[in-house]
C-alpha cells in the first residue's frame, strides 16, 4: 500500500450558508422543528423563506466541507469533492473552500438549478435550525469523482446529508469501492436522525458489510439507527459492527469506542455557546485529523472538543480563530 499524498478526502453537498438571527415564535410559525434540518424543494420555496430572513450572514458550508477546512486550519492536507452550478454562489463556494488549501477540481455544472443553499435560523440560545435547497449538489455525478485524489487520501469520508439524492448516492457508493481497493479508511456521518428515517435501511447495510471503518453519530442518530432508546444498548450493539464508533453528545461531551477500546472527553469550556452551527462537523475534522496524524483515541477525541469549541464561539461554521495554535495550546 502506497503512503497517501492527502489525510482525509470528503464528498458532500457543496453549499453557501446563509445565517440569520430568530426566535423561537418565528420557527413555530414557519413550521419548523427547533435544532432540525429539513429540505425545500424548489428554488421558490427558498426564495420565500429568505425573503423572511432578517440581516444574513453569507458564508460557505456543507457538513462534510466544514469538517475538511477545519482539518485544513490544523494543518492536515484535504481535498473535496462535490457540486456547484456556474452561478455566483458556486464561485463564492469554489473560492473560499480553496482558499484555504483544499484541493476542489470538480466540474461546475451548467443550467439549473442553482448552487446549493442553507437558510440557518440561530435562536439566542444559540440553536441552529436549518433549511436547506440541494440544488446542484444533488446531481454530482459518479463522472465527477476524482478516483486518483480519492485513493490517495487516507481517510475518504462522506456525508449522511448527500445519501438521500440518488445520484451522488451512487458516486459515494463507486467511491468506497475506490477507497477500499486502495486499502484506505472510510468514515461516514449520519448528519441527522431525517437521514436515518429515509435510508437507515442503506446505512445499516454499509455497517454490516464492513465498509465503514469510522461512524459518526450524535446521540439521537446513534438511537434512531440502533432503534432503541438506551443509550448504553444502542452504543453497544453498533460499536460491535465498526471499528471506530464516535458519538457526540452536546454538553456532556463525547464519547468513541475503537476496536472495543473505550474513550471520553468532556466539552470544552466556553464563554457562551453562540451558534452550533457547524459543532459536529468540527468535532469530526479534529478527531480524523488526530487519527489521520497517528494520535490514540483520547487524544482525537481531545482534539475533537477543541474544534467543537471554538466553532460554537461564534456565528458560523468555519474557524475563526488560528485552530493549530489553539489546539497545540490545549493539547500541550
Known sequence: MSTPTYDVVAIGNAIVDILAQADDAFLAAEGMTKGSMQLMFSPGE?????????????????????????????????????????????????????????????????????????LIFVTPDGQRTMNTFLGASQFLPESALDRTLIADAAILYLEGYLWDPEEPRAAMRAAIEVARKASRKVAFTLSDTFCISRHGDDFRKLIADGLIDILFANEAELLALAGGADFEGALAQVSAQVPTLVVTRGEQGACAIQNGTRGTVAAQPIAKVVDTTGAGDLFAAGFLHGQAQGHGLDASLTLGAICAAEIISHVGARPQVDLKALAASRLG
Open 46 to 118: 427558498a426564495d420565500a423563506l429568505y425573503a423572511k430572513m432578517g440581516p444574513g450572514l453569507e458564508a460557505s458550508g456543507g457538513s462534510a466541507a466544514n469538517t475538511v477546512a477545519g482539518i485544513a486550519a490544523l494543518g492536515g492536507k484535504c481535498g473535496f469533492i462535490g457540486q456547484v452550478a456556474d452561478d455566483q454562489l458556486g464561485e463564492v463556494f469554489a473560492h473560499d473552500i480553496r482558499s484555504v488549501g483544499i484541493q476542489f477540481d470538480t466540474a461546475v455544472r451548467a443550467g439549473e438549478p442553482t448552487t446549493a443553499r442553507c
